[in-house]
Structures are given as structure tokens and as C-alpha cells.
């Protein structure tokens, strides 16, 4: 009898024990929206350029450069048309459109008019002239594309960013640099060891990476056709770097002793401090636009979770609870979301959630692994590395996970991280300006 | 002008004397009892120089027997430092506990570290390919130090032993099946002799 009630009550304990349990497992059915757009773009209409006879084009043509930038820009909705076609614009809503000449110079170089109009009345709002060799037209016309954004949003347009990732070059990763939208590739690292994680210094002088010629993952920084130099060697084993966007500092992980932590220095002088003393192991980190705050990955939980701190290691807080693995945590420019990697049975996909977690959007899904977003400088646009083709190529998405635009073609491409702006002597947009 | 052709000569000539001097010493280093008392010896009768081609030939077989010895014991180091090398101790997925199995057999590469002091082992951390390069760097580390901290259990001095995580970034199975990932959840080792 006595065995029977201690059933019971065991019974009964096991009950109540499990009810906290299901109250976590609830956790896991937090709605989250897959790919809805919620993007405003702008109509605009595009005009083949006028071309003088003679022209032997080996890249693309002026307007098939623009109508590319206009695609991948994330705040244009194309409307091609052979000549100008008011009625074709008028039923668009295309309020502009741009066009413009391209005549052969006696030196071999192209002469690039390039023009931007109001429809209706054909206004002129902006003429820009560029005289470039060919292999130099795609920078001029993202030079121009650039600032027609700014003379439409009044915002920095980022066309004429750059994107910095890793390459398997010969069987070895290298670290190489290209124009945002895949041309132009230069390859930065010629190393017989693996180069990897790459973030750019500020004023995109050059790049902070990781390589392995010293049989253990090591910070080497390098400035555009300068030599390399060693970062922080005082420390074992350094990597996930992370550049202060108001102070240049750079933030990072040391592993030692199979203990992670972050640490942050400044490169020039090579000094470093403890950035927290947690318990827990630390990746990953990542600053808010103005170096308030930092996001960083810890495993306190056993997976790895986002957490998100002041930059004087005050006011801890989780960011992600749903799922075991959220990782590598990268704040917008705008401020106002994040973009993270999560793991679910295995494959990787990437997700966006306001700074406390809620309102989780999932950009990518059913398409193999999708991994290391990176947000374009002014917050429109995600790179992104993915196998969805079979191998590991570089991939540019709206921030609502829709236009997804391949960018390289060969080989195995992965680990994305895009410039700062290149014209630094535009104003700032407003905070929170969209 | 004609001076500094003068020192080249010189210095050239006792290049090749020095050089001439090593190539004459070397026979005299081998025999072990060989040395004065073998050059006052040389101008006298000729048991005496039988028994110098005696001791010659014993030398030469000792020499034989030590070089047969050195190369025995290399062979055996390579054979340990080989064994060591191929016990690669796995883990389960996204965990750097040690599995009994793999207790098991660190439990045997301890036992090989304590015989041959002279070993001094690199402990590397590994992890599939699933997960951010960040993240299985730490991983990485959390599997090298448990491996670490196990041998410095059985014994091990810590001074013997460094650990680095390789992350993902080093592969032994390619490709995206359960198997090749269970192979490359693992920690492996290096091994080098002191001096």
C-alpha cells in the first residue's frame, strides 16, 4: 500500500516535473514568417545608350550594367524599353528613367554620358560624364548609379562597394576581393595555408583575416598592396575579427586552453584587454552601427545562442531562444535587426529578428546551406554563402530574403563580408532613415 | 687589388686544408680504443698490427651493431609516434565529452607518453562540417582541451603537451553524409621528440 502511494506521488512528480519542461519546449513554435516582401521599390525606367559605330564591346553594354545595379539595389523595379516610351513609363509608374550616349575616343577609351530624367517632362536631373578604358566602364557606371540613388533617396547607394571573401584557389582557401556585384575578383592572400574570415579596416584600406601558416588560426591584417603583419601575437590562437565602425579597434576571439574569450586591441600599437570575463565561451562578435553594443555567440547554454552586451560589458541580455544553434550574429546599419545563422536538422539557414528577439523572419529555406550573412552598408541588401547549386558560391538577397542574385559562378566561394561605403565624402544618412 | 686576390688564395687553400684535416680525422673518430697508444704502435712488428686490424674490425662491428640499434629504436619511435598519429578520438554531434571508447583509447596513447618521455605532442581539435567556421573553432578548442585534460589526468605533464583547434578546416572524410561527419568529429594528434 505504502509502495502504491509512493507510485503516486511519484507518478504525480514526474507530471509536475515535466509541465516546466513543455513550457520551454513551447518555445520552439514561436511563429516565424518565411520570405514575405515587405520591400517598397521604385519603378524606373532604363534606355539603351546611344552608341557610336565602332565600338567593339567585350563588356556589357552601359544600360545592362545600370539594369543590374537597378536589380540587385533592392529600391528599383526595372522597366526596359528600346527608346523612350512615355506611355509604357506613365502605365509603369516609372517617374524617371535614365539614359544616356557612349562614343569610341581616338585613344581607345569609351566616352560615357550617362543621364538621368523625369519622365513626364523630361527634366534633367542629373548628367554625369566618365571617359574610361572598357575594362573600367562597369566603375563608372556604378559610380553614376550611385548617384542617381542619392539624388532619388538621398541616400548612399552601394554600387560601388566591395565585398571581401574566401576563395579555393589551387585546394587552398585564399582570401580575395571583388566588386559588389561579383566582377572584378584580385585575389589578397598567395599563401600555402588556409586564409580565411575576412572583415575590412576601416575606410576600406584593407582587410583583417585569419591564416594558419603558423599551425594554429592567427589574425594578420593587411593593408591594399602592402605587406602582411601579424596581429595580437601575444595570444594563442585568434580569430573572428570584427572591426570598431568609430574607432577602427578590432574585436576577436583567443582560444586558450580550450577556453574562448573575446578580447579587443588596437592593431597599430598591438596592445589588447579582456573585452568580458564570462564563464562561458565566447565567437563571434559583432558591433551595432555606432559601437554602442556588441553581439556576440556564447555556449553557457550548451549550443550556441546570441547574446548582445554594452561595449563596457554591462547589461547582458539572450537574443535568441528558439532552436539549439543561432550563431554569428551581424547587426544592420539601420540599427534595427539582426541577421544570424540558425541550424535546424542540420542545415543552415538565415533569419532576421528585431534587437529582442522578436518578430524572427526566415530568409532562406529549402535551398541546401545558407550561411554568413552580411549586410550591405546601407541595409538593404544581405551577401550570403550558400550550397543550394552544389558547391559553396556567394549569393545577394533583399533583407526580406527575396531577388536572390548569384554573384559568383566557379569554383567554391564562401564566408562574405562587405565594405564600408567607398564614397566617404557623402553625409551620413539619418538614424533610422529607411 | 692584388692583395685581396692574395687573401682569397690564402683563405681558399685553408678551406681545402680544413677540409682535407675533417676527411683525415673521420676514420680515427670511428674505433672506439684507437688514439696514442695506436700511433706508437704503428712502427713496430706486425702481431702487433694484427691485432690493431682486430680491433679494427671489432670497431667496425660495433659500429654496425650500434647503427643496427639506432635504427631499431627509430624504427620503433616512428612506429609509436605512428600509432599515436592514427588514434583519432571522435565525438558526438555539437558535445566535446569524451565517449568511454575513446577514454578507452586515450587511456593507451597515455600509456605510450609515459614510456617515452622524450614525446611531446600537439593535441588538435576538429569538427564537422555542419555549423559556422566561428563557432567550430571554439568547439574545436573545448574537444583539445578535454583530450588534454584527460592525458593530465593519466599523468601527463602539461609541459608536453599544446593544444589548437582546427575547426572545420581540416577535414579527414569529404563530403555531407553521417559518415564522413563522425570521422571528422575528432581530435588528433602530433607528435614531436624532445632533444
Known amino acids: 500500500m505504502i509502495a502504491m502511494k509512493n507510485l503516486w506521488a511519484a507518478v504525480a512528480f514526474a507530471l509536475f516535473a515535466l509541465l516546466p519542461v513543455q513550457a520551454l519546449a513551447s518555445i520552439d513554435t514561436i511563429a516565424v514568417d518565411v520570405g514575405i516582401s515587405v520591400f517598397k521599390t521604385t519603378p524606373i525606367g532604363i534606355v539603351p545608350f546611344e552608341e557610336s559605330a565602332g565600338i567593339d564591346w567585350i563588356e556589357e553594354r552601359p544600360h545592362q550594367i545600370l539594369t543590374r545595379d537597378a536589380n540587385l539595389s533592392g529600391r528599383f523595379d526595372v522597366v526596359a524599353s528600346e527608346k523612350f516610351n512615355l506611355a509604357l513609363f506613365s502605365r509603369a509608374k516609372a517617374k524617371h528613367y535614365m539614359t544616356g550616349k557612349v562614343q569610341a575616343t581616338n585613344d581607345g577609351k569609351l566616352a560615357v554620358e550617362c543621364y538621368l530624367y523625369v519622365s513626364q517632362s523630361k527634366t534633367l536631373l542629373l548628367g554625369e560624364r566618365y571617359t574610361v578604358p572598357q575594362k573600367e566602364l562597369r566603375r563608372a557606371m556604378h559610380a553614376f548609379f550611385d548617384k542617381v540613388i542619392y539624388q532619388l533617396w538621398g541616400e548612399r547607394g552601394v554600387a560601388s562597394t566591395r565585398i571581401a571573401y574566401v576563395s579555393r584557389i589551387d585546394g587552398v582557401k585564399q582570401v580575395v576581393v571583388s566588386d559588389y556585384d561579383g566582377f572584378h575578383r584580385t585575389q589578397i592572400t598567395r599563401d600555402s595555408t588556409i586564409s580565411m574570415m575576412p572583415v575590412w579596416t576601416k575606410g576600406n584600406k584593407g582587410l583583417v583575416y585569419v591564416n ?28 573572428s575579427p570584427a572591426v570598431n565602425p568609430v574607432t577602427g579597434e578590432l574585436l576577436f576571439s583567443s582560444s586558450k586552453d580550450g577556453k574562448t574569450d573575446l578580447y579587443v586591441g588596437d592593431m597599430e600599437t598591438g596592445k589588447a584587454r579582456k573585452f568580458a570575463y564570462l564563464k562561458s565561451n565566447q565567437t563571434s562578435p559583432a558591433w551595432s552601427p555606432y559601437a554602442t553594443e556588441v553581439l556576440f555567440t556564447s555556449d553557457r547554454g550548451g549550443g550556441p545562442q546570441i547574446f548582445v552586451m554594452g561595449k563596457d560589458g554591462s547589461d547582458l541580455r539572450r537574443v535568441t531562444f528558439m532552436g539549439r544553434y543561432n550563431e554569428r550574429a551581424s547587426w544592420s546599419p539601420e540599427g534595427d535587426r539582426i541577421a544570424y545563422t540558425s541550424m535546424d536538422n542540420g542545415k543552415m539557414n538565415i533569419y532576421t ?15 541546401g546551406n545558407n550561411e554568413h550573412p552580411t549586410w550591405s552598408p546601407d541595409g538593404k541588401l544581405i551577401a550570403f554563402a550558400s550550397n543550394r547549386s552544389g558547391t559553396y558560391q556567394i549569393y545577394i538577397m533583399r533583407k526580406d530574403g527575396s531577388n536572390v542574385t548569384r554573384i559568383t559562378q566557379a569554383g567554391e566561394n564562401t564566408a562574405p563580408t562587405w565594405s564600408w561605403f567607398y564614397d566617404e565624402n557623402k553625409p551620413q544618412p539619418k538614424e533610422g532613415s529607411k | 687589388m692584388k692583395n685581396i686576390v692574395k687573401i682569397a688564395l690564402i683563405s681558399s687553400a685553408a678551406c681545402l686544408a680544413l677540409v682535407a684535416c675533417a676527411k683525415k680525422q673521420q676514420p680515427q673518430t670511428d674505433p672506439a680504443a684507437e688514439g696514442a697508444p695506436a700511433a ?97 573553432f571554439t568547439l574545436g578548442a573545448k574537444r583539445a582541451m578535454k583530450v588534454k585534460e584527460f592525458l593530465a589526468a593519466y599523468g601527463i605533464e602539461n609541459s608536453r603537451m599544446e593544444s589548437v583547434s582546427y575547426g572545420k578546416e581540416a577535414p579527414k572524410a569529404q563530403g555531407e553524409t553521417e559518415e564522413a561527419y563522425s570521422q571528422n568529429r575528432r581530435a588528433n594528434f602530433r607528435v614531436n621528440i624532445k632533444q
Open chain 1, 212 to 239: 594558419f601558416k603558423t599551425n594554429r588560426p592567427r589574425l594578420y591584417t593587411k593593408n591594399f598592396g602592402r605587406s602582411e603583419k601579424p596581429l595580437f601575437q601575444q595570444f594563442d590562437q585568434t580569430y
Open chain 1, 353 to 367: 529578428c528585431a534587437l529582442d528577439g522578436s518578430d524572427i523572419v526566415q530568409l532562406t529555406n529549402n535551398a
Open chain 2, 40 to 136: 706508437e704502435a704503428s712502427q713496430d712488428s706486425a702481431a702487433q698490427a694484427l691485432t690493431q686490424a682486430q680491433a679494427d674490425s671489432l670497431a667496425a662491428e660495433q659500429a654496425r651493431l650500434d647503427a643496427e640499434r639506432l635504427e631499431a629504436e627509430r624504427a620503433r619511435l616512428e612506429q609509436l609516434i605512428n600509432q599515436i598519429m592514427s588514434e583519432d578520438v571522435y565525438f558526438d554531434f555539437d558535445r566535446s565529452e569524451l565517449t568511454e571508447k575513446a577514454k578507452e583509447l586515450l587511456a593507451q596513447v597515455g600509456e605510450l607518453l609515459l614510456k617515452e618521455q622524450r614525446f611531446t605532442i600537439t593535441i588538435e581539435g576538429h569538427t564537422d562540417a555542419r555549423g559556422t567556421e566561428d563557432y567550430n
